[in-house]
């Protein structure tokens, strides 16, 4: 038994290098000065300012996941009823494929759509009509956001929902409910762990995206992503970058932790 | 509701397929401007095929993605067995440091590997430490979670008795492990190894963070053409990918689906044979 | 065992599958330069790395930048060797004053003879150490005659012409964008007086809501697709951009304008010194240099070079402007280290400015309040549940 603890350990080295130390180093430029190289909290006491690009960002996060979720669940729900287990597998691998391709390309490809001169607002010209503006406002880039993550949303929720026993819904419909009371109190319960961690996969890179805002974005609709890229890669300056990572990062992992507390203690609801 | 569902199912499915429809298209498009169509041609994959440059890219991204799934699944495996010997207490202390990079955002996990990686290049004092091995580097860091997240499960599942039956049937302790535990675990192992592989060939955020100038993947060059006008011959690129992945997912549900066959009519066959024995 | 020594192997042969350019030292040179700034082979022109490749055997890793701020955070980041960098003067000035550059040695580099005594001992470097110069031009603004009228064209304004709101771009870097509002007020573009700064913060901030986007290379792509009209942009890439698009007009503002050069100079972190002086000196030689600025439109600094180039172009007055004209450019010098800091925070104050929304606010304080709800709802819930059960055990 002892030798089979020894298995992890080149794991636990490599994490502790590669994982653990880098944060620690994050944490070291947060709280030094991008000059002197002195102890300071000036850093993390500047952040105050782009509280308003934070809030952005974290609704901006918010109404994807939203979104994720009124359109995810459905679907999940729709392709876990499928009878046939060959149907379900299919619908799966159609909602996995888009990811297989470069998202970077899919979000190039949205712009071609939105943009002034794109396909829509061309066609739009073709009819007559006045062109929209579709792209470079808030509601494109939340729609990037949930292009981009919506097949993060819909997998967990699926795999939870199969797992339903299809029993309980009979049971529950031979005790007289109606489908919404089905809905709410068979259903929905059973599947918050699937919600939980959709929401999760879905919030944690939308709070952090910094290539959809630049793409469907405007001048306006700077994220917090934005803001760290520019630190280390144009506006040279990784302690505040740093600085701002480390707040992104805390308020990420609290925000899981308030999620998780859903999940906790699930079952014991349920029974 | 049954026709609600299926009617945002059709929606959703719309909506993811519509871009990939878009790339596909241009990609056959004569002008280079992606909006506007402008006629049919081919001419768009016989550049792909004489870019020596972008295929270079493709290779590099399905070296690092290789390496790095095998890697991550190799060192993922071993510690998954590891972790599940432990006690529940130091178990749940490795649970959450692997966690950490599956939770934190990846401009967070980026930054703070080339810090590290800056750091390392000062510190041992080599130029241009920024490459091939600071990109492997990040992607086994970055998959390792994903191969344990998918191994684990498979490890509580298993019938602790299995490994006992295999030694009182003349097994020795090692060929109890590899005939019975990994064979067992083997599901989590393959599907650890494939999520790694797609996690890593699509992976823009990191590489874009840990990589130098002398080895780039495709998605990081992606990104600096999307400042210039974008080639279009990279449609073409994205389309054939996507076809062969197509391809090799239909190929693998054909397969599973006559696998899952044939253990049917075996099991059916099993079942007959010892029933009559019954008789 | 079997599986382990297959899974050895195969990692083996994948590592053998590495490229040898990765890990053998092969004769190579990397060279950091600007996007669309060199002869690259399209449309008929020379393809500059590939001819240096066939003439001196040295492969050529060639990658991009778009502005002299991501050069600069790439060089400060480290973690990387690269050979040759061609940054604009003020740039170069910064680098000398902070030790980045390494001093060339001219006896490899003898075509930097055919340089015009103008473009040496520049302010930049003054005693010709670090640098030989690539290209000069002139900033100014780029507009599709389509869409803009003519009478509104001619000043610096017209990026803050609200009838054109949301089809202006704007520069994607500090120094350039300050540069316009600093021509635009009057001041010098070399200015450190903080209250001269801010008013420039000021005048970006309010010309924000008209901007589409703040970008750099991209500016080919939205201006040659008429999705933006306007940009002040550099007058090499007009003319490159023109060639895709015929109304789009190039104006040099009344007010004044940036007045630049782009010389190549050998980073620290080199690791090919004498490939890379090679490289430059390759570069400069008349006959390079002229048939590679041709394609781009660039301004060459050598009247050498322009023999080797279309008469049409070295007549172009945007690329080549009158007297009068150029005497209402200034270049850039390097300005303070305080200043340089405070010119970066605020350009991050002008991209981050947009104030606390109000929605943001409330959608996030109903979420939270929601959620504090209905987990108080549930601990409460599950608490008379487990009271419930004990009841019931208790009277069992």
């Avoid at chain 2, 992606?34 to 792909?48: C, D, N, P, R, S």
């Avoid at chain 3, 400069?284 to 060459?300: D, F």
Wanted: aromatic share 10%; with cysteine.
């Amino acid at each position: 038994m002892k030798t089979r603890k020894l298995l992890a350990a080149p794991y636990i080295v490599w994490m502790c290098i590669f994982t653990v130390i880098p944060l620690g180093i994050v944490v070291y430029y947060a709280f030094t000065d991008s000059i002197t190289g002195a102890l300071t909290l000036s850093n993390i006491t500047g952040i105050a300012s782009y509280t308003g690009i934070f809030l952005k960002s974290i609704w901006l996060a918010l109404i994807s996941c939203a979104i994720c979720l009124i359109i995810g669940f459905p679907t999940a729900h729709f392709i876990a009823t499928r009878p046939k287990e060959s149907t379900q597998k299919l619908l799966y691998m159609l909602i996995m494929l888009p990811m297989c391709i470069s998202f970077l390309l899919r979000t190039l490809a949205w712009v071609a759509l939105l943009d002034d001169t794109g396909i829509i607002n061309n066609a739009i010209r073709l009819l007559g009509m006045k062109p929209l503006p579709l792209v470079r406002n808030n509601g494109a880039v939340v729609l990037g956001m949930v292009y981009n993550y919506l097949p993060y949303m819909i997998l967990p929720l699926y795999s939870v929902i199969v797992k339903i026993d299809h029993r309980l819904v009979e049971a529950a419909e031979d005790l007289g409910a109606n489908h919404g009371q089905v809905f709410r109190h068979v259903i929905l319960p059973l599947s918050v762990p699937g919600i939980i961690s959709g929401f999760t996969m879905v919030f944690v890179p939308a709070v952090s995206t910094f290539y959809i805002s630049q793409k469907l974005g405007s001048s306006g609709t700077t994220l917090i992503g934005d803001v760290i890229e520019s630190q280390f890669k144009t506006a040279y300056n990784p302690n505040l970058g740093a600085a701002m990572s480390l707040v992104l990062m805390i308020m990420v992992f609290a925000c899981v932790a308030i999620m998780n507390r859903f999940s906790d203690g699930e079952a014991e609801v349920i029974m | 509701m049954k026709r609600l569902n299926r009617f945002i199912t059709i929606i959703v499915l719309i909506f993811l397929y519509v871009p990939m429809i878009v790339l596909a298209v241009a990609s056959f498009n004569t002008g280079s401007d992606i909006a506007i169509w402008e006629g049919f041609t081919l001419h768009q994959y016989a550049e792909l095929f004489r870019d020596a440059n972008l295929l270079r890219l493709l290779l590099n991204s399905l070296i690092i993605s290789v390496l790095a799934s095998l890697i991550a699944t190799m060192l993922g495996t071993m510690a998954s067995l590891g972790i599940f010997s432990m006690r529940s207490r130091m178990r749940r202390l490795v649970m959450t440091v692997t966690d950490i990079p599956m939770t934190n955002p990846e401009i967070v996990t980026g930054v703070s590997l080339a810090l590290l990686f800056a750091f390392a290049g000062t510190f041992l004092k080599i130029k241009s430490i920024l490459g091939f091995f600071t990109l492997l580097i990040a992607h086994v860091t970055f998959n390792l979670p994903y191969v344990i997240l998918s191994v684990m499960p498979k490890l509580a599942q298993m019938d602790g008795d299995l490994r006992d039956a295999a030694m009182d049937l003349g097994c020795t302790p090692r060929q109890a492990f590899f005939k019975v535990l990994i064979h067992e675990i083997m599901p989590g192992i393959i599907s650890g190894a494939l999520m790694s592989f797609t996690m890593s060939l699509d992976d823009f955020v990191i590489s874009y963070f840990v990589s130098g100038s002398g080895f780039i993947t495709l998605p990081v060059e992606i990104y600096s053409y999307t400042k210039k006008p974008l080639q279009p011959k990279i449609y073409a690129l994205f389309t054939l990918l996507f076809i062969v992945i197509l391809l090799v997912m239909v190929a693998m549900n054909l397969l599973q689906m006559k696998d899952a066959k044939k253990r049917v009519q075996a099991r059916r066959a099993f079942r007959g044979r010892t029933g009559r024995a019954g008789v | 065992m079997k599986k382990i020594i297959v899974f050895a192997i195969t990692l083996a042969l994948a590592f053998s599958l590495v490229p040898n350019a990765a890990l053998a030292a092969e004769k190579s040179v990397t060279v950091y330069n600007w996007g669309q700034y060199i002869s690259d082979g399209s449309e008929g022109y020379i393809d500059v790395n590939k001819a240096f490749t066939e003439a001196t055997g040295i492969k050529v890793n060639y990658v991009t930048f778009d502005s002299n701020e991501t050069l600069y955070s790439k060089l400060k980041a480290g973690g990387e060797s690269i050979d040759v960098i061609i940054p604009s003067d003020y740039m170069i000035a910064r680098m000398i004053s902070e030790d980045m550059l390494l001093p060339l040695d001219f006896s490899n580099i003898p075509n930097y003879d055919t340089i015009d005594d103008a473009y040496r001992n520049t302010t930049f470097d003054p005693e010709n150490l670090y640098s030989v110069p690539y290209t000069w031009g002139t900033v100014g603004i780029i507009y599709n005659s389509k869409y803009v009228d003519e009478e509104d064209v001619g000043s610096w304004d017209l990026l803050w012409n609200a009838k054109y709101a949301d089809k202006i771009l704007m520069f994607d870097n500090p120094r350039d964008a300050f540069a316009v509002t600093e021509n635009l007020l009057g001041y010098s573009l070399n200015t450190e007086v903080e209250d001269e700064l801010r008013a420039c913060t000021y005048k970006l901030v309010e010309q924000k809501p008209l901007v589409q986007n703040y970008v750099m290379d991209q500016i080919y792509d939205k201006m040659i697709r008429e999705e933006a009209w306007i940009a002040p942009y550099y007058a090499g890439d007009y003319l490159m951009m023109v060639e895709d698009n015929e109304d789009l007009e190039f104006c040099f503002p009344e007010e004044g304008f940036n007045l630049f050069i782009d010389a190549m100079c050998i980073p620290d972190c080199c690791t090919n010194k004498e490939n890379a002086e090679a490289y430059i000196n390759f570069l400069c030689s008349p006959e390079i240099s002229g048939q590679n600025l041709e394609y781009l439109g660039y301004s060459v600094p050598s009247e050498a070079a322009k023999e080797f180039m279309d008469p049409e172009v070295t007549e172009s007055d945007i690329a080549y402007p009158d007297e009068e004209t150029l005497s209402r450019g200034e270049a850039f010098i390097n300005l303070s280290t305080e200043a340089n800091q405070l010119m970066d925070s605020l350009w991050l104050e002008v991209k981050t400015e947009g104030g606390i929304e109000l929605t943001p606010i409330i959608g996030i304080s109903v979420c939270v309040l929601a959620a504090i709800v209905l987990l108080a709802r549930r601990s409460i819930v599950t608490k008379r549940r487990k009271a419930n059960r004990c009841k019931k055990w208790r009277t069992n």
